[in-house]
C-alpha cells in the first residue's frame, strides 16, 4: 500500500517541471489539515516550504522529514520568502506575534485560506457577523493585504484530486484579492497544484466563496465555479451566525 508522502509525489509528478528549477520560497503559518496538505504538495512541487504551529519547531521534526518541508516558528515562516500562507483557526488569528511581518517586504504576497465558523469554532466576531467579509477581518488582524483561495475546498481532495490542465472535471479554485499581480501569484500556485485559477475578484468579493455559498465545497469545474459565485447571496444564513451560546464544538455546534 502506497504511503501518504508516496500519493502526494505521485500526484505532484505532473506539475513538477515548471518549479524544479525555479521554486518558490514560501512560509506556512499553520499545520493543520490544509497547512499540512499545503506544504506536502507544495514541497513535493520544488518549493521551499518554511511551516510552523503554534507550539514549539521541535514539534513538526517527524513532519517535515517525510514532508520536505523545514520547520520553523511564526515569524520565521512570515520571513521565508515569496509567499506567506495563513491558515490558522480565525479566532486565532488575532494572537498571532505583533512583529508578524516586521521586516517582511511589501512584495510578499500573503494568502489567507480560512473560515468563520462561528457555531463551531470560532465564537462571535462582530464585523463579520455586521457583514465585513472574513478574509477583510483577517486583513485588519494582519496589518498586510491578503488573497483569499484554498478555503473552499475540502484538505483531502486538495491532496488527490489535482489534475493536469486540460484533464475532463478539473476541480477550480476561487482566488480573491486587491493586487493584481499578488492574486496571479497565488492564481499561479492553484494551477500548479493541479486546480483551475478562477479569477473571484476583489477582497470585498471574497464572501462569494465562504461556508454555505455555492461554490464552497462543491467542486465545481470553471464554468461551474464562474456560474456559483454569480448565484451566491451576501445573507449568512442562521447556521453560519454565532448565537448566545456561540461556540459550541464540531459534532455540537451553539
Not at 511564526?74 to 483557526?89: D, F, L, M, N
Not at 498586510?144 to 489535482?162: D, Q, S, T, W, Y
Request: proline share 7%; no cysteine; charged share 25%.
Amino acid at each position: 500500500m502506497s504511503t501518504f508522502l508516496e500519493r502526494a509525489s505521485a500526484l505532484a509528478s505532473p506539475f513538477r517541471d515548471e518549479t524544479e528549477e525555479t521554486g518558490m520560497k514560501i512560509g506556512i503559518i499553520g499545520a493543520g489539515n490544509i497547512g499540512g496538505t499545503l506544504a506536502r504538495r507544495l514541497a513535493s512541487l520544488g518549493h521551499q516550504v518554511t511551516i510552523a504551529n503554534s507550539r514549539e519547531p521541535e514539534t513538526l521534526a517527524e513532519f517535515a522529514r517525510d514532508s520536505g518541508a523545514r520547520a520553523g516558528t511564526p515569524v520565521q515562516a512570515a520571513r521565508a520568502g515569496e509567499v506567506v500562507i495563513v491558515t490558522i483557526p480565525l479566532r486565532n488569528v488575532p494572537n498571532l506575534p505583533a512583529d508578524l511581518f516586521a521586516r517582511v517586504p511589501e512584495s510578499t504576497v500573503v494568502i489567507d485560506t480560512n473560515n468563520y465558523y462561528p457555531r463551531h469554532r470560532d465564537g462571535r466576531i462582530a464585523e463579520i457577523e455586521d457583514g465585513l467579509p472574513e478574509s477583510r477581518w483577517v486583513e485588519r488582524q494582519l496589518g498586510r493585504p491578503v488573497v483569499k483561495a484554498f478555503n473552499n475546498i475540502a484538505a483531502a481532495h486538495l491532496m488527490e484530486r489535482g489534475k493536469p490542465k486540460g484533464a475532463p472535471g478539473r476541480i477550480a479554485l476561487p482566488v480573491a484579492g486587491d493586487d493584481p499581480r499578488a492574486k496571479g501569484v497565488v492564481m499561479d500556485l492553484v494551477e500548479q497544484l493541479g486546480f483551475d485559477a478562477v479569477d473571484a475578484g476583489t477582497l470585498d468579493e471574497s464572501w462569494r466563496q465562504q461556508p454555505a455559498t455555492p461554490v464552497y465545497g462543491t467542486d465545481l469545474d470553471a464554468a461551474g465555479a464562474r456560474r456559483a459565485l454569480a448565484e451566491a447571496s451576501a445573507e449568512r444564513g442562521a447556521d453560519w451566525r454565532a448565537t448566545d451560546r456561540s461556540p459550541g464544538t464540531l459534532a455540537n455546534p451553539a
